[in-house]
């Protein structure tokens, strides 16, 4: 299945919205992934032209950081805590379940686009742990069935 069109129209906007300094980089560049879901590789020509850089430096930045993409993730991107306070309270088998029931591994992508699915150091919510993210909403004290229960909303959002 092909990604989702993205509408590059919206990139002129984020880019006025930015295009004061080289400083603005990372800032853009973070509306850009919010807006699109990842930094398509056909906006970093025109981000570089606006900020007076190279396109193999804004390439140099989206590359360092890894919160950026330039691959599509999912409408839902699961992040799971592997830090040392989620594995000490089983954050191995909420992973190991999140997998089967995504039928992912992590980095990838389900086909439809729906799901992806990546681990983190520290959500910086130890005191939840196990902790995981869908998007922005944070969920602790997972427990196998809770994790079900939470991927399951999700699903159900997707069928209505
Ligand atoms: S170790 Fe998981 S939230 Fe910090």
Same mark, same amino acid.
């Given at each position: ?41 056909? @906006?970093? $020509?025109?981000? &570089?032209?606006?900020?007076?850089? *190279?396109? !193999? ?7 360092? /950081? ?49 799901? @992806?699915? $990546?681990?983190? &150091?520290?959500?910086?919510?130890? *005191?939840? !742990? ?7 909403? /944070? ?22």
């Amino acid at each position: 299945m092909q990604p989702p069109e993205i509408d590059l129209t919206k990139l002129d906007a984020i880019i006025d919205r930015h295009k004061i300094g080289k400083w603005e980089l990372i800032p853009l560049l973070q509306d850009v992934q919010e807006t699109f879901g990842y930094v398509p590789p056909e @906006t970093i $020509e025109p981000i &570089a032209e606006a900020l007076n850089l *190279f396109p !193999a430096q804004v390439q140099g930045v989206i590359t360092f /950081y890894s919160g950026f993409s330039l691959k599509p993730k999912g409408k839902y991107v699961c992040r799971v805590c592997r830090g040392t306070a989620c594995h000490v309270k089983g954050s191995r088998s909420i992973l190991r379940l999140m997998k089967h029931e995504l039928g992912l591994e992590e980095g990838e992508t389900s086909p439809d686009y729906q799901f @992806t699915l $990546e681990t983190v &150091a520290c959500l910086g919510a130890c *005191f939840l !742990a196990p902790t995981m993210m869908i998007n922005r909403d /944070y969920f602790g004290k997972l427990s196998p069935t809770k994790m079900t229960s939470v991927l399951g909303e999700y699903r159900k959002k997707e069928s209505e």
